[in-house]
Each structure stands twice: as structure tokens, then as C-alpha cells.
């Protein structure tokens, strides 16, 4: 009979240390979950907006043009494809005056920083810029870039 409570109590000791991890696990949110927002892009008064829906990632570029047919323009590039996983993403816009954008990176908070704080979150990563010359010939730019998202106004 004491071998009996002991097992049983080993495998309640189990159970509840178990039930205690899967509970913090799902309290810890994943880095993704609050990456909806505005990030800086590559000039001032330019952005990436960010949304994640059920762990969908979707979005757009707003630049300004640069080409003579589109100087100084507001051009929405929109997410042609997008994707992410744990801290790490990837999006390709759609094609718009010859020009279309690849990013690779991750998503870091910044420590020191508050939820809703500027630049709370990074972007860090590989941004690579296509243009299509006259013919079609694919003509690929990259650097490495680091946007910061901008405030959330509605704390203020």
C-alpha cells in the first residue's frame, strides 16, 4: 500500500510540474504577439506597417518614389509574400513602378524600453531593394537596416 501512495504522489508531483510549465509557456507571449504597428523605414516620413493576425503576418511599405515618373509620390507597397516564426521575418512587396522590396531579419525589444515606447521594438535585418531596368533585368540592392517602431500615441 506504501509503494502505492508513493508512486501516486510521484506521479501527481509529475503531472502538476508539468501542468506548471505548459501554464507558463502559454502566459509568456511569443515575441510575435504584439508586432502589430508602425516601423521607421529608410527615410523620414516613410514606414512599415506591420500586422499579425492568428500568427498571419501581413503588411505594407509606404515610400516615397524616386523614379521620374513617380518623384515624391506616396507609393503603398504592399506584402506580396510575408512570413514569421518565433523572432524572425521575412516580407517581399509587391512590384510597383519597377520596384519591389525583400526583407530577412529578426525582432528584438530593446531593453530599457516600455511597451509602446519608440523604438520598443527592432527590426533588424537584410533589406534588399530590386529594380527591373527597361528590359526586365533584375537589378538587386541590399544593406543591412534597422527600423524602430514609433510610439503608441494612445498611451499618451
Same mark, same amino acid.
Given at each position: 500500500?506504501?509503494?502505492?501512495?508513493?508512486?501516486?504522489?510521484?506521479?501527481?508531483?509529475?503531472?502538476?510540474?508539468?501542468?506548471?510549465?505548459?501554464?507558463?509557456?502559454?502566459?509568456?507571449?511569443?515575441?510575435?504577439? =504584439?508586432?502589430?504597428?508602425?516601423?521607421?523605414?529608410?527615410?523620414?516620413?516613410?514606414?512599415?506597417?506591420?500586422?499579425?493576425?492568428?500568427?498571419?503576418?501581413?503588411?505594407?511599405?509606404?515610400?516615397?518614389? *524616386?523614379?521620374?515618373? *513617380?518623384?515624391?509620390?506616396?507609393?503603398?507597397?504592399?506584402?506580396?509574400?510575408?512570413?514569421?516564426?518565433?523572432?524572425?521575418? @521575412?516580407?517581399?512587396?509587391?512590384?510597383?513602378?519597377?520596384?519591389? /522590396?525583400?526583407? =530577412?531579419? @529578426?525582432?528584438?525589444?530593446?531593453?530599457?524600453?516600455?511597451?509602446? *515606447?519608440?523604438? /520598443?521594438?527592432?527590426?533588424?535585418?537584410?533589406?534588399?531593394?530590386? @529594380?527591373? =531596368?527597361?528590359?526586365?533585368? =533584375?537589378?538587386?540592392?541590399?544593406?543591412?537596416?534597422?527600423?524602430?517602431?514609433?510610439?503608441?500615441?494612445?498611451?499618451?
Amino acid at each position: 500500500m506504501t509503494r502505492n501512495l508513493v508512486v501516486a504522489a510521484v506521479l501527481t508531483a509529475v503531472l502538476l510540474s508539468s501542468s506548471a510549465l505548459v501554464f507558463a509557456q502559454a502566459s509568456t507571449p511569443p515575441v510575435s504577439s =504584439d508586432l502589430s504597428g508602425m516601423f521607421t523605414f529608410l527615410r523620414e516620413g516613410e514606414f512599415v506597417q506591420l500586422t499579425v493576425e492568428d500568427g498571419q503576418l501581413s503588411g505594407f511599405v509606404s515610400r516615397f518614389g *524616386d523614379s521620374e515618373s *513617380d518623384k515624391g509620390e506616396f507609393i503603398d507597397q504592399f506584402f506580396d509574400k510575408a512570413a514569421i516564426q518565433g523572432d524572425h521575418l @521575412t516580407f517581399k512587396t509587391k512590384t510597383v513602378h519597377a520596384v519591389w /522590396y525583400e526583407f =530577412d531579419g @529578426t525582432l528584438a525589444t530593446v531593453a530599457g524600453k516600455q511597451k509602446g *515606447d519608440e523604438g /520598443y521594438r527592432i527590426l533588424k535585418g537584410k533589406l534588399t531593394m530590386h @529594380t527591373a =531596368d527597361a528590359k526586365g533585368a =533584375d537589378h538587386a540592392s541590399e544593406r543591412a537596416v534597422e527600423f524602430k517602431s514609433f510610439p503608441d500615441l494612445r498611451r499618451q
